[in-house]
């Protein structure tokens, strides 16, 4: 049973275009913080351990606020949340400047992570609410490639205001332009209602959450995060002593995937979310083998594969469950983002580990120096070869799954 998809007076587009600045403060938020991290080091006397805490305060953030927003959506509205997001973003920005101490960073990066989580809990459903068939599929793609492209920009900016002598301070400001900018946009708008009438009630959510077809997706969705940003993480630094470039490795990776996520909704009005899900795992796959095993001009190329394997992961795990799981709603969108956000800061320990225990092992085995770091850090990409391969068995099982459904057949629970 239906309801409207929007009120009469929703404007959708500017809707969506507020929500892609929205997210665009997410990608500043990652990339500008991250191209800061020396600086504030200096600065404030902070060792790497300090550090990691700080960065590891966006990633505690962002899960906890998706899933409240995901609880929430339908009893408050996505409007309320992004207005809590606004205020997140803000406060978080202005205490990251002036508050000169660890814990400060510590309180401020929650803050911009509780800001991005409330992002991707209230544009997500919106969207797909606003949104009808292919055409929700082609504007979800197109809403995430902005996260790739935000990095990219914002990790440019970074660079260019480094080398020209601005301050952390500066750059931190930066920010809040996108943020001023979506806020703007989202004034005085109305939001769509929920396609589906048990969408919009947690019965209904929860009964559609604990179905088998959630609960599988929900297990890929740990696999596809580690397989997008396990790898993303430590290739730069793996890279850097294999002869390429990893700046020049991380904007082809990410400017990639922004363009390819442009298209996603072609593909996906094509193959069905199973069938690009399956092809994205195939390819990065081949991806993060390359980057196991070669070196120098070849490191691009698998660059390449990589990225338009990743690409497509995020924006079609949440559009699958738009798509086939409707009855569970914002809370399930939102669920699969957390958990993929989740398992990306949970498994940076555990990549780290296997980097020391394979550093250990290259050593034993006579390895030195630059080829010491290289050896080992192509071993752990090796490793992590394994979560992408799994991820081709298990995305085979749900096209077939999917195929052999009913046509315009959707999830009951």
């Known amino acids: ?17 507020a929500s892609c600045f929205a997210l665009i ?11 800061i991290l020396p600086q504030l080091s200096e600065e404030l006397s902070l060792t790497g351990e300090q550090l990691g805490f700080i960065n590891s305060m966006w990633f505690l953030g962002f899960p ?6 995901g609880l929430i959506y339908h009893k408050v509205g996505g409007k309320a949340i992004m207005q809590f997001a606004f205020f997140a973003h803000t406060l978080g920005i202005i205490l990251t400047i002036y508050s000169g101490s660890y814990i400060g960073l510590l309180i401020s990066t929650l803050f911009i992570g ?4 409330c992002t991707e809990a209230a544009c997500n459903p919106m969207i797909a609410d606003a949104y009808q068939g292919s055409r929700m599929s082609k504007m979800l793609n197109r809403f995430h490639m902005w996260f790739p492209g935000g990095i990219a920009i914002g990790s440019l900016l970074s660079k260019f205001m480094t080398d020209g002598g601005l301050s952390w301070q500066t750059q931190i400001w930066i920010i809040l332009v996108p943020t001023i900018i979506y806020a703007f946009l989202f004034f005085g708008q109305s939001w769509p209602k929920a396609k589906v009438e ?5 019965s209904g959510n929860f009964k559609s959450i604990f179905s088998p077809l959630f609960l599988f997706i929900a297990f890929c969705m740990t696999l596809t995060a580690i397989s997008e940003f396990g790898p993303n993480q430590w290739v730069g630094l793996i890279l850097d002593k294999s002869g390429a470039n990893p700046m020049i490795i991380l904007a082809l990776t990410t400017g990639l995937m922004a363009i390819t996520r442009y298209f996603g909704g072609d593909f996906v009005k094509k193959f069905d979310q199973s069938g690009v899900l399956l092809g994205s795992a195939i390819l990065a796959t081949i991806g993060v083998y390359l980057f196991s095993t070669q070196t ?28 086939k799981i409707p009855k569970s709603g914002a809370l399930g969108m939102s ?6 956000m989740f398992m990306t800061g949970a498994v940076q320990p555990v990549i780290g580990g296997w980097i020391d225990s394979d550093l250990a092992e290259a050593a034993r085995e006579g390895f030195t120096g ?3 770091q290289l050896v080992a850090g192509q071993m752990t990409l090796e490793k992590l070869t394994l979560f992408p391969g799994a991820l081709i068995i298990l995305f085979t099982i749900l096209y077939f799954w999917m195929k052999n459904r009913k046509s315009g057949e959707v999830a009951t629970a």
Request: net charge negative; proline share 1%; hydrophobic share 60%.
């Open 296 to 323: 120098g001009a070849m490191a691009y190329l698998a660059a390449i594969f990589f990225a338009f394997g990743i690409a497509l992961f995020w924006p079609n795990m949440i559009g699958f469950v738009a798509d």
């Open 114 to 117: 509780l800001g991005n989580g």
């Open 64 to 69: 906890l606020a998706m899933i409240v927003g």
């Open 335 to 340: 669920i699969i983002g957390a958990i993929g």
């Open 198 to 202: 048990e969408a919009a009630t947690l």
């Open 25 to 35: 403060t997410t990608a500043f938020s990652f990339s500008i913080r991250a191209g």
């Open 1 to 17: 049973m239906t309801s409207s998809t929007a009120t009469s007076n929703v404007n959708a587009n500017r809707l969506f275009y």
């Open 370 to 372: 630059d080829e010491l």
